[in-house]
């Protein structure tokens, strides 16, 4: 019984910085990722650009948006760089592009009210643009899972994911009551006011990847 104690003390005491070092990389990928990907921040967009459709549309379209930012963090996590090189641009290019395509979301949002791209066919088209790209896998999402793939390894950059957009998950699932509280008025209000910042993030990406060409 004692060696049988201690055999299992020189293993743990082998395993434990190991794991303590995989513990810390965990925790400094995923909040580095939750901070890029802001699920609470991104809940008054998600009112914005879903605003007039019926509850059971809103679920599918948050669904469809998770599944496509969590395909395209991952597809990225691992052969970012690959195919940013494969196709002879960077990533400050994914942020201008980003930024642009944000830009037209808002004035889309300003002088509608509504995000009207996938009207003419499936509401889950609203869930892969601009929702899953550039909302939640957008440039800096995209640029985070690249760095941490390089700095920690598969493992790590896989279990941040899967935390993050589980959060991410939990949290839009909570839109439907947010809509009910607010109203159809309220939830007007809140899509042009948000229009606003939608653009300013959009300003935002632009500038910094001009500056990186500059």
Same mark, same amino acid.
Request: aromatic letters at 10%; proline letters at 3%.
């Given at each position: 019984? #004692?060696?049988?104690?201690?055999?299992?003390?020189?293993?743990?005491?082998?395993?434990?910085?190991?794991?303590?070092?995989?513990?810390?990389?965990?925790?400094?990928?995923?909040?580095?990722?939750?901070?890029?990907?802001?699920?609470?921040?991104?809940?008054?967009?998600?009112?914005?650009?879903?605003?007039?459709?019926?509850?059971?549309?809103?679920?599918?379209?948050?669904?469809?948006?998770?599944?496509?930012?969590?395909?395209?963090? @991952?597809?990225?996590?691992?052969?970012?760089?690959?195919?940013?090189? @494969?196709?002879?641009?960077?990533?400050?290019?994914?942020?201008?592009?980003?930024?642009?395509?944000?830009?037209?979301?808002?004035?889309? #949002?300003?002088?509608?009210?509504?995000?009207?791209?996938?009207?003419?066919?499936?509401?889950?088209?609203?869930?892969?643009?601009?929702?899953?790209?550039?909302?939640?896998?957008?440039?800096?999402?995209?640029?985070?899972?690249?760095?941490?793939?390089?700095?920690?390894?598969?493992?790590?950059?896989?279990?941040?994911?899967?935390?993050?957009?589980? @959060?991410?998950?939990?949290?839009?699932?909570? @839109?439907?009551?947010?809509?009910?509280?607010?109203?159809?008025?309220?939830?007007?209000?809140?899509?042009?006011?948000?229009?606003?910042?939608?653009?300013?993030?959009?300003?935002?990406?632009?500038?910094?990847?001009?500056?990186?060409?500059?």
């Amino acid at each position: 019984m #004692l060696l049988f104690l201690d055999a299992l003390t020189v293993v743990w005491n082998n395993l434990y910085p190991y794991i303590d070092r995989s513990l810390n990389d965990l925790l400094k990928s995923t909040v580095a990722l939750f901070v890029v990907i802001d699920p609470i921040g991104s809940v008054p967009l998600f009112i914005a650009l879903t605003n007039g459709m019926k509850s059971s549309d809103r679920k599918r379209v948050s669904t469809s948006a998770i599944i496509t930012a969590a395909s395209l963090l @991952i597809v990225f996590a691992v052969a970012g760089t690959q195919i940013l090189s @494969i196709f002879g641009i960077t990533i400050f290019s994914f942020m201008i592009a980003g930024g642009v395509l944000l830009f037209i979301v808002s004035i889309e #949002l300003l002088t509608h009210g509504a995000w009207r791209f996938g009207q003419a066919g499936s509401n889950e088209d609203s869930g892969v643009v601009p929702l899953a790209f550039p909302l939640l896998a957008g440039p800096g999402a995209i640029t985070s899972v690249i760095i941490s793939f390089q700095s920690y390894g598969i493992v790590i950059t896989m279990l941040s994911i899967a935390i993050v957009i589980g @959060i991410t998950y939990v949290v839009l699932l909570m @839109i439907n009551p947010i809509y009910r509280l607010l109203g159809r008025r309220g939830s007007t209000i809140v899509t042009r006011v948000f229009a606003v910042f939608i653009a300013a993030i959009a300003v935002q990406y632009i500038i910094v990847g001009i500056k990186h060409f500059i």
